[in-house]
């Protein structure tokens, strides 16, 4: 028999390159192999799919095909990273109701600003200005009952925009935005103390030790960046009372809790890491870090901390890469600071808060909290809550302007308040001008913005005095729920099981404000 023939495959000489780590760039690399390597591939792919030849592969053979190579392990690790990545518990969730938003930007006004002075004007006041009284019965102030006289209001009030909204004088900006706010005059809550208070606006609770409403929300929808936190506070130097329980996670797992970050100076304190320590120096750290903390995990598996304090690990991180970038206002171009009041006195500093929460909402952060104080003005209110309206006034109108024409206004919540509100009198001290207000936890003036509110309205009203909601009236708790409800959450699913029961922010339960959503 003659000797067969042989027969000679000619292979394409390819150059050899540096192929990157990146699994991306891997799965890339392995198909480029293929179509090099098995030309065959190009004109018949799949012998069994029939005489079909193309010149190249359709996107489902090409992917096919990729699949039975080196790509497969390729794609296989890059969709296990995103995986990993998103299984957390900040992974994002899927609401129980349509959302008309999907961040929220809380302005926590700490001290309880006065509605009578800021939204809710009161002509009355003007004729029973010093006059003397005698309050009996059930306490309604932080001051005793007993010899009080009323104070009318310093300010003058005018209407802005074609909603007509009232406002005093010293809120020289706002009022360009009038429209875009909905004004809720009918919020009570329990407390007449500043700390209990401040638990029963921030948590549901005037006892501390439940969840905060922004570790609620990371808890129901999870977070859009997950190389951010999903809760970020912005405080101020000194905390306001009640401490960092105002944005505590509370029963929850500690993944959920608020990230304050310094009021001064850098943000985040030491974001860098020192001087010839890499990426890679970290990692093979956090790795060692990882890997004991999982074998003492494993002996103590009920420690929930634990496991938070390693995803912290992980996200600190991943934030090196990303927060520089987001917390770094001095990028932003001269314009923008100025419409924020940046660099001019008064408003610096809650101008760069509210320019950091633009960025953060920008970025995904689901909920960001800022505090201005203390807007407890039991004297010279004239000299007190001017100067603190002229601190947040133009910055606040510059962060509603901007979110707007960014697109960003119709999914961003915006609420503005208070823990509780101020009475329309005071008790008898000081003298001359030194006119103030006590506590007033059944009367306040709440607003919001954006996030499909019913922009543009006023809904509720006080007494000819300001001391009591007596239309639309609600509890706290409705407000909340309202709040839940406009980000796609509802109360009764927002639940977690503790201490023998399923618990809620409401605590036991209440409606949402329909006049409240467009």
């Excluded at 990729?66 to 994002?92: D, F, H, N, Q």
């Excluded at 309205?457 to 309202?482: L, N, Q």
């Excluded at 709040?483 to 509802?490: A, N, Q, Y």
Aim: proline share 6%; charged share 20%; aromatic share 8%.
């Amino acid at each position: 028999m003659g000797q067969s023939a042989k027969v000679s495959v000619s292979r394409p000489k390819v150059e050899p390159e540096v192929i990157s780590s990146d699994p991306a760039a891997i799965f890339w690399h392995s198909t480029r192999f293929i179509c090099e390597y098995f030309p065959t591939m190009r004109t018949n792919p799949f012998p069994c799919a029939g005489s079909r030849a193309l010149h190249a592969p359709t996107r489902r053979e090409f992917i096919y095909g990729a699949g039975a190579s080196l790509g497969s392990v390729a794609i296989t690790s890059l969709l296990a990273e995103e995986a990993a990545k998103l299984a957390g518990p900040l992974a994002p969730k899927k609401a129980h109701v349509p959302a008309k938003a999907k961040n929220c930007i809380f302005l926590m006004m700490e001290g309880g600003p006065s509605h009578i002075d800021t939204f809710d004007p009161k002509p009355m006041l003007d004729n029973l200005h010093l006059k003397e009284f005698i309050r009996e019965g059930k306490q309604k102030s932080a001051m005793e009952s007993g010899k009080r006289y009323y104070v009318r209001s310093p300010f003058q009030f005018k209407q802005h925009g074609q909603s007509g909204a009232w406002m005093s004088q010293p809120w020289a900006h706002l009022g360009e935005v009038a429209d875009e706010l909905c004004f809720f005059r009918g919020c009570q809550v329990d407390s007449v103390n500043h700390p209990t208070a401040m638990y029963q606006m921030n948590c549901g609770n005037r006892f501390g030790g439940d969840p905060a409403v922004g570790a609620w929300v990371n808890y129901g929808l999870g977070t859009l960046n997950q190389d951010l936190p999903g809760f970020v506070v912005l405080p101020e130097i000194s905390y306001p009372q009640g401490g960092s329980a105002n944005w505590s996670n509370g029963y929850l797992p500690a993944n959920f809790q608020g990230t304050p970050l310094r009021p001064k100076g850098s943000a985040i304190l030491d974001l860098q890491p020192p001087q010839g320590i890499t990426a890679d120096h970290q990692r093979a750290n956090l790795n060692l870090l990882a890997s004991l903390n999982q074998q003492h995990q494993a002996l103590h598996p009920w420690h929930e901390e634990l496991k938070a304090r390693m995803d912290n690990y992980e996200l600190a991180f991943r934030m090196q890469m990303e927060v520089p970038d987001v917390i770094n206002i001095d990028d932003e171009d001269a314009k923008t600071k100025e419409m924020y009041g940046i660099g001019s006195g008064p408003t610096d500093a809650f101008g760069r808060k509210c320019l950091l929460a633009r960025k953060l909402v920008e970025k995904g952060v689901r909920f960001v909290q800022l505090y201005n104080g203390t807007w407890d003005s039991h004297d010279y209110i004239e000299r007190a809550h001017g100067n603190l309206i002229r601190g947040v006034d133009q910055p606040i109108a510059a962060l509603i302007k901007d979110l707007k024409q960014r697109g960003l206004l119709e999914s961003t919540l915006i609420v503005w308040c208070g823990e509780f509100g101020r009475t329309p009198d005071n008790g008898v001290r000081g003298g001359g001008t030194a006119y103030g207000r006590d506590h007033n936890p059944k009367a306040m003036t709440i607003w919001f913005a954006g996030g499909g509110v019913n922009a543009g309205h006023t809904i509720g009203s006080t007494d000819d005095r300001g001391m009591e909601a007596i239309e639309e009236v609600h509890h706290v708790r409705d407000m909340h729920i309202t709040l839940l409800r406009l980000l796609g959450l509802e109360d009764n699913k927002l639940t977690f099981y503790h201490a023998g029961r399923f618990k809620q922010l409401s605590q036991f339960g209440g409606k949402a404000i329909d006049k409240l959503i467009a």
